[in-house]
């Protein structure tokens, strides 16, 4: 199996600032790796699907790039809103498998 | 617009079969796939199976003895089922649908399953 590891495991941050979040896989998984945003409480959200595709309706400030086994998601300006926990995930290989999260605080 | 809701106890016996029911609504089941994912009070997601458009199905092998994935395609509805029941089966229990290109895209809410002894 693919193992997805994130960090930070926790990350807090003051709004208006530019934060990153990684995620490696013990493989290449050929950028096929999504992020997910959840909120407490709630269902996971698609923000970014195959490494750096915006899923529709989300804001322009999720961006995600990399390759390999190497991956980011990078918020352009912090919002009070993105309080969340933030999954990647991987489904270049079976079983499909998702990171443990990055827990995102506002300071 | 797209819907999963996942239908479900919220209290199971150890050693007993989990039913979870997933209805999905504005989209059919016949041209998008649906998936089981679960996680545990406090950790990380683990994809559980697969309910495939043409009606196949695929397990991740942590489960594949005691757990099944059916669907109803007339009530637009997919079943999972899984028995012996431990308690760290304990989670919350999410369908998800699946869209090849772009893994999963719309997820239900989830039902929280506790197992009891």
């Known amino acids: 199996d693919i193992q997805m590891t994130q960090s930070p495991s926790v990350l807090s941050a003051s709004v208006g600032d530019r934060v990153t979040l990684n995620c490696k896989a013990s493989q290449n998984i050929n950028k096929y790796l999504n992020w997910y945003q959840q909120k407490l409480g709630e269902a996971p959200k698609l923000l970014i699907y195959n490494t750096n595709n915006l899923q529709t309706g989300i804001p322009s400030r999720f961006s995600g790039s990399g390759s390999g086994t190497d991956y980011t998601l990078t918020i352009s300006s912090l919002q009070p809103e993105d309080v969340a926990t933030y999954f990647c995930?991987?489904?270049?290989?079976?079983?499909?498998?998702f990171g443990s999260g990055t827990k995102l605080e506002i300071k | 617009q797209v819907q999963l809701k996942e239908t479900g106890p919220d209290l199971v016996q150890l050693t007993q079969t989990l039913s979870i029911t997933c209805t999905v609504s504005g989209f059919s089941l016949t041209t998008y796939n649906v998936h089981w994912v679960r996680q545990p009070p406090g950790k990380g997601l683990e994809w559980m199976g697969a309910m495939w458009n043409g009606g196949g199905t695929d397990y991740n092998s942590a489960f594949k003895s005691r757990l099944s994935i059916s669907r109803d395609t007339s009530k637009s509805q997919v079943f999972l089922k899984m028995n012996s029941l431990q308690t760290d089966d304990t989670a919350k229990y999410f369908c998800a649908r699946h869209w090849g290109p772009r893994g999963f895209d719309y997820w239900g809410q989830g039902v929280m399953v506790t197992v009891s002894s």
């Open positions: 995930f991987q489904h270049n290989s079976w079983p499909l498998t």
